[in-house]
């Protein structure tokens, strides 16, 4: 994908999710003025808007300052890394801890968004022949792994190799497996609030989503 294709949709989705968040505190404030009205479902709204549209605007000021490629891959390292630093520690706060998940569900958005972008080097082709002689940039460093337990580590392994998908029948949620042992289902959700798995494709026949592995995922297992 040209640099040119590519920040015009990242543009694009960055401002439909700030229009998306306007429009949920706006229709908080509207349920603030009516008295004795239920603002939970509003409030959460908010939450989950504003977190959702966060990193979209880190990365538009991300690419204004680095470009589209770089500012995309910085972005997306340091989605990752937030995710892995943000652990299962919980707060005595209700509020809190729903801004916790929401920022955490708005990152695993983000990525998910993000994801498979390949995009074009987008250097002005004046700044190519200094870049030559330039030193290299050193790698960056590889996405620390969180700590899990053999049973976790199952579970993730268990998503890599044996084509897991979860799909609802009715109000029970289902889990099926293409090949060897199924893993328990609250370890699979389990794993995908923590950001080490994520729905990948939807499975057709139930209406359901193959489960995979994220970067963070993919290195507990490395490790």
Request: proline content about 5%; aromatic content about 4%; hydrophobic content about 45%.
């Amino acid at each position: 994908m040209d640099a040119q294709t590519a920040i015009k949709l990242l543009t694009a989705r960055a401002n439909n999710e700030a229009k998306a968040a306007r429009e949920a505190r706006e229709r908080l404030i509207a349920g603030l003025q009516v008295p004795g009205s239920s603002i939970d479902h509003l409030m959460d709204a908010v939450l989950v808007a504003d977190a959702t549209a966060k990193p979209w605007a880190q990365l538009m000021q991300r690419i204004e300052r680095k470009g589209v490629r770089a500012g995309l891959a910085e972005a997306r390292a340091k989605a990752t890394e937030a995710l892995v630093e943000f652990g299962i520690a919980l707060s005595t706060s209700l509020v809190t801890n729903a801004e916790r998940l929401a920022a955490q569900d708005g990152l695993r958005r983000f990525l998910s968004g993000t994801q498979g972008m390949d995009i074009e080097d987008d250097t002005p082709e004046a700044e190519e022949a200094s870049e030559v002689e330039a030193q290299p940039e050193p790698a960056p460093a590889p996405v620390a792994a969180p700590k899990a337990t053999p049973a976790q580590k199952r579970t993730l392994a268990a998503i890599r190799d044996n084509g897991i998908a979860l799909y609802w029948k009715g109000s029970k949620q289902m889990l099926t497996s293409l090949r060897g042992e199924k893993p328990r289902i609250d370890m699979v959700n389990w794993v995908i609030e923590q950001g080490w798995a994520a729905k990948g494709a939807p499975v057709a026949l139930n209406l359901g989503h193959r489960i995979v592995l994220t970067e963070v995922g993919k290195a507990i297992l490395a490790g």
